[in-house]
């Protein structure tokens, strides 16, 4: 949501605060309130998170670097049982086809998932 959007919130809950009684708001609590909305979530800026997993290929567009993977739940990655197209290098992809099992190491980073390693079983 872009700053714009959220001036109107920032506004009443600074009202709010006045209205209470709160001390008075410094002009400095605006520019660190609205630096906090206005940067990404917290979730595009942790470091990467990798974890491994199973599943059965159900997509595969290797020129553009693009698997769907059918897949339990991987808790590390906050995923349920999904199905869900993962980016991935094209090298990776070679020789993968659609119904092959295989075992696979994923990623989340910047809200993005991608397979670093990938097996065939």
Same mark, same amino acid.
């Given at each position: 949501? /872009? %700053?714009?959007?959220? =001036?109107? =919130?920032?506004? @009443?809950? %600074?009202?709010?605060?006045?209205?209470?009684?709160?001390? @008075?708001?410094?002009?400095?609590?605006?520019?660190?309130?609205?630096?906090? $909305?206005?940067?990404?979530? &917290?979730?595009?800026? &942790? @470091?990467?998170?990798?974890?491994?997993?199973?599943?059965?290929?159900? =997509?595969?567009? &290797?020129?553009? #670097? +693009? $698997?769907?993977? =059918?897949?339990?739940?991987?808790?590390?990655?906050?995923?349920? @049982?999904?199905?869900?197209? !993962?980016?991935?290098?094209?090298?990776?992809?070679?020789? $993968? &086809?659609?119904?092959? /099992?295989?075992? %696979?190491?994923?990623? /989340?980073?910047? #809200?993005? !998932? /991608? $397979?670093?390693?990938? +097996? +065939?079983?």
């Amino acid at each position: 949501m /872009r %700053f714009h959007a959220l =001036r109107p =919130r920032l506004v @009443a809950a %600074f009202s709010a605060l006045v209205v209470a009684g709160a001390p @008075a708001v410094p002009a400095g609590a605006w520019v660190l309130v609205a630096a906090s $909305i206005w940067s990404p979530s &917290a979730a595009a800026q &942790a @470091a990467p998170v990798q974890a491994s997993a199973s599943g059965e290929v159900v =997509r595969v567009k &290797a020129a553009d #670097g +693009k $698997i769907a993977i =059918r897949h339990g739940a991987i808790g590390k990655l906050d995923l349920p @049982a999904m199905t869900l197209v !993962y980016h991935a290098d094209p090298a990776l992809l070679s020789g $993968i &086809a659609v119904g092959d /099992r295989v075992n %696979f190491t994923a990623e /989340r980073a910047a #809200g993005q !998932y /991608r $397979i670093v390693e990938l +097996k +065939k079983n």
